[in-house]
């Protein structure tokens, strides 16, 4: 509960309920579906939070806070907008579908559009989105382009996808699912992968696929993944 505070005569304080608000949070290796009160659905991938009122009877929009990555089905009301703040970008939608990934130990944050239609704005620009685009926010720009909805959408649909990525992201997608540390030992490799390895299986089954690249080396020590080329 969110209060504000005023003096009242006799210079007593009075505490007066102002807004009421709900905060989900997943852990490192978790995800959850909630039906938000307009019922609207979330999925929240795993180290991530979404915060979002009681309520949206009484405000002119439905405005959430969402930190790490989300999936929206968001239902349909023209006179009440929803918007999802993360990361210093606003992504505004009347009732879509979409996926806003904004974790803060990533260099990107992207929103992908996969039916109707989303306005991002941030540090004073606007761009507007197509179903099958997506846009990549990078310091204070936007950029838009096709998406692959198979990449973007592999988390909620079970897999890690990755498509000319690199060793650090891959490991910090690791690192949030199978709860565990990442420990970096000499230089990394600069070689690029590609596939699709099911969430699923568990993290010594996904070490070795990566292992068999010849590019990288691991060693599982409890909760720690050490990394070698």
């Known amino acids: 509960m969110i209060y504000s505070v005023r003096n009242t005569e006799g210079n007593k304080v009075v505490a007066k309920p102002k807004s009421s608000y709900n905060t989900l949070s997943t852990a490192r290796g978790e995800q959850y579906q909630v039906r ?26 439905r405005r959430v806070e969402l930190s790490g990555e ?15 703040q993360a990361d210093g970008q606003e992504v505004k939608v009347l009732g879509t ?29 606007v761009k507007v989105l197509k179903p099958g685009e997506r846009a990549v926010r990078t310091g204070n720009q ?3 382009s ?16 990755f498509n000319n990525v690199g060793i650090a992201s891959i490991m910090r997608q690791i690192s949030r699912w199978y709860d ?12 690029k992968f590609y596939g699709t390895i099911s969430r699923s299986k568990n ?3 996904v070490l070795n696929v990566l292992e068999k690249t ?7 020590e409890g909760r720690r993944v050490l990394i070698m080329k």
Do not use: C, R
């Open 214 to 220: 010849k590019s990288v080396h691991f060693k599982v």
């Open 142 to 144: 936007i950029k838009v």
């Open 36 to 61: 938000l009160p307009d019922s609207s659905l979330v999925w929240l991938n795993a180290a991530s939070e979404l915060k979002y009122p009681s309520s949206f009877n009484t405000l002119k929009e």
């Open 180 to 191: 565990v540390d990442i420990i970096y030992q000499g230089e990394l490799t600069d070689e």
């Open 70 to 84: 989300a999936y929206f089905e968001v239902a349909k009301n023209k006179k009440q907008p929803f918007v999802v």
């Open 97 to 125: 579908h979409f996926n806003v990934s904004s974790y803060s130990d990533e260099p990107d944050a992207i929103t992908t559009l996969l039916e109707g239609s989303v306005q991002i704005s941030g540090n004073g620009e």
């Open 146 to 161: 096709e998406a692959d909805l198979s990449e973007d959408m592999a988390w909620k649909n079970g897999d890690f996808y």
């Open 203 to 205: 993290i010594k089954q």
